[in-house]
């Protein structure tokens, strides 16, 4: 990946279009992470299923977990995988140590939400 070359760190966002059985949102992920080139833990690698993108509720935690433990098997240790988009204030705690991160939108916007995800995350 070029970006790695000239020393940066890139951000991938990754996660499938429509919701299907969890091996098969791997499986879509790890087709676009190997489009892209990605292989090494030089990347940081954002999962969010598309269909949950500004969806009322996020994807169901062991949905994400499922994929995202899929996901891992893909990366090279070290690689850190973050949780993206419609994540909030108590989705971190559901993951389970799945994911190593969130990748935050709607709840970013509002200081008030974003320290509550912050606090819990430093807890």
């Given at each position: 990946?070029?970006?790695t070359r000239?020393?940066?760190?890139?951000?991938?966002?990754?996660?499938?279009?429509?919701?299907?059985?969890?091996?098969?949102?791997?499986?879509?992920?790890?087709?676009?992470?190997?489009?892209?080139?990605?292989?090494?833990?030089?990347?940081?690698?954002?999962?969010?299923?598309?269909w949950?993108?500004?969806?009322?509720?996020?994807?169901?935690?062991?949905?994400?977990?499922?994929?995202?433990?899929?996901?891992?098997?893909?990366?090279?240790?070290?690689?850190?995988?973050?949780?993206?988009?419609s994540?909030?204030?108590g989705?971190f705690a559901?993951?389970?140590?799945?994911v190593?991160?969130l990748?935050?939108g709607?709840?970013?916007?509002?200081?008030?939400?974003?320290?509550?995800?912050?606090?819990?995350?430093?807890?």
């Amino acid at each position: 990946m070029q970006a790695t070359r000239v020393g940066l760190v890139p951000l991938v966002c990754v996660g499938e279009p429509e919701r299907i059985k969890p091996h098969d949102a791997a499986r879509v992920c790890t087709a676009q992470l190997e489009a892209m080139g990605v292989s090494g833990r030089e990347t940081v690698v954002a999962y969010e299923p598309v269909w949950a993108i500004g969806a009322t509720e996020p994807a169901p935690a062991a949905y994400v977990v499922e994929v995202a433990s899929r996901l891992r098997e893909h990366l090279s240790p070290g690689t850190r995988l973050l949780y993206g988009g419609s994540a909030g204030t108590g989705i971190f705690a559901n993951l389970a140590g799945a994911v190593d991160g969130l990748f935050l939108g709607r709840y970013a916007h509002e200081p008030r939400q974003l320290l509550a995800v912050l606090g819990e995350m430093a807890a």
